[in-house]
């Protein structure tokens, strides 16, 4: 295993202990708990916004708190969901009257759990709604966007509820923008390697030296294809493929661009990746506005990218154009 | 080979059509070739700043270029020094009459091909002074600082020198408190694996599953120790042990601490070296003042991570925290 850990079981509590030690003026942690992180700066009468899911996934889940982004952020284990108990702990933490937002991906045990913990702070006189991510277009097929799996383009819904959020207005009007970027944003990905969770000591799968897998999930969830890995070029022509039919995206749409490299894949390759992408892209007549490449939502050392497509309208882009300050994220 | 490539030639030019497709607003090239890139927003009046170097370092050479840091950047094939000629091209494009100043890592090709675009400079009436990053204490003893390697604390050269540049201040100010920062920075890096040329196709060497190779250099220069890898904790306090008696840090400084992923090292990782180098600092009476985790100076898919402290005074701390807006570091 090739990390720079010490011992697999306090890997998650000594990068939280990192992350504490390095952003205090930005984040805190509540109910001794280093696992139930909130923002240093909750602000009175805003809606609340949290999230969470396993760790493992950096700039995911936590790395999004701050100004403009997210209130609050419990984390589990590497690739396992935080307890009930631990959400409700950061719900009431950053509850100032307005009321809270979940917002997570579409995975059993967050939805579980989520679920509980909503429930619990509603008898605590704590108002909750929730909205999913689920726009992975290769873990189930148009139709039964339900089952799909939350990945890189929760980055979108952060963003642009985050950003809502601190104009003050209400939990509804929250809520509803967020499932508007939920039902206007794709994603597709692609591996090159695996990664390894600590605990396990070696990869939970391995992807051969020259091949790729079209579509797996950022735990490592078969994807809709494997094959010998070919041109970036021809890799992006093939996701899109998938992910414009499915909103679908048309000539004329205005779109936001994530190209999110998956952990060991060098940030050159994912403005090869974006080249070929804004190519394409202006090929069919719709256009890339506010694109954003780097790492948003990773698993660990798997090599790979995923591209996310976020249809625009007026407000949407008010709101992706906002200030945003938060340990993982800046923006002016 | 796993990369997301189209062929091992093209890539960084098509890595470049990529970031001009994605920051238009923000940087352009000159004179016809996309490997010299130049800021949007060149300031009339304003000192520029102009670095280069090999591609393969992302954001290193020209991911720094925009408001509050470079002006102007060229860059060469994958670990390949850019011409003199292309240097002298953005040399010429960011004067407007203040002077240029030079800030790029000691290797010698880039010696020699940034002093003779300084001289060509200099025969066009544009003045050009040079301040050189080398400050890898791995890399040469003490005493021989002048051949030592310059790696990622070079980011704090550029981020300090552009904020004082962007005070419109003249260019022997920006030349000596880029010197200043010059002499106040030192690092060291570990590496866990190997990068891949694109164009040689394999990597450049190999270091085993369970190995390590303390003070190797960002183009996999040898470092001064390989042995098997050991806990986190114990990496970081070898490095120390080397950083610290170095400049010295001592007792009561203020430093800002870099921790550098080298490209394929999960942030999660940095998080937890950076948890034992404030424990280690705290220890020793060293104050760490607005710390910096993330991907500064990279080497590909590589795996490892470096540690650059850079000791403070008063007017560094406030240069330090002044805003800065390129396609790859924003600060607010």
Do not use: W
Request: with cysteine.
């Amino acid at each position: 295993m090739r990390k720079l850990i010490n011992a697999p079981e306090s890997m998650v509590d000594e990068m939280l202990q990192g992350i504490y030690a390095a952003h205090p003026d930005q984040v805190r942690y509540v109910s001794g708990d280093l696992r139930c992180l909130v923002s240093a700066h909750v602000k009175k009468g805003k809606v609340g916004i949290a999230t969470g899911g396993g760790s493992g996934h950096l700039p995911l889940f936590l790395g999004y708190v701050g100004e403009g982004m997210l209130d609050g952020c419990c984390v589990g284990g590497v690739f396992q969901s935080p307890s009930a108990m631990q959400m409700l702990e950061v719900t009431k933490a950053i509850d100032s009257g307005a009321g809270v937002l979940y917002i997570y991906g579409n995975y059993g045990g967050d939805v579980m759990n989520f679920d509980m913990a909503a429930e619990m702070a509603g008898a605590e006189g704590i108002r909750v709604e929730q909205v999913l991510g689920a726009e992975d277009v290769a873990s189930a097929p148009k139709g039964n966007e339900g089952k799909r799996r939350g990945v890189a383009g929760i980055f979108y819904m952060y963003k642009i509820a985050g950003a809502l959020a601190a104009e003050m207005v209400a939990l509804e009007q929250v809520k509803s923008v967020a499932q508007t970027v939920a039902a206007n944003v794709r994603t597709m990905g692609v591996a090159l390697s695996a990664c390894t969770i600590p605990e396990a000591g070696k990869p939970t799968f391995e992807i051969e030296e020259e091949k790729m897998e079209i579509g797996m999930g950022i735990h490592g969830e078969p994807g809709v294809r494997k094959g010998p890995l070919v041109a970036a070029d021809r890799i992006v022509d093939e996701m899109l493929e998938s992910i414009l039919p499915d909103l679908p995206y048309q000539r004329g749409d205005e779109v936001s661009v994530l190209i999110n490299g998956l952990g060991a894949t060098p940030k050159e390759e994912l403005y090869v990746f974006f080249r070929r992408v804004a190519e394409s892209l202006s090929k069919s007549g719709i256009h890339i506005y506010h694109p954003y490449i780097g790492e948003f939502a990773t698993s660990m050392e798997m090599a790979g990218a995923s591209i996310s497509l976020l249809k625009l309208d007026a407000e949407l882009k008010r709101l992706l154009d906002s200030p945003a300050n938060t340990p993982f994220f800046v923006q002016r």
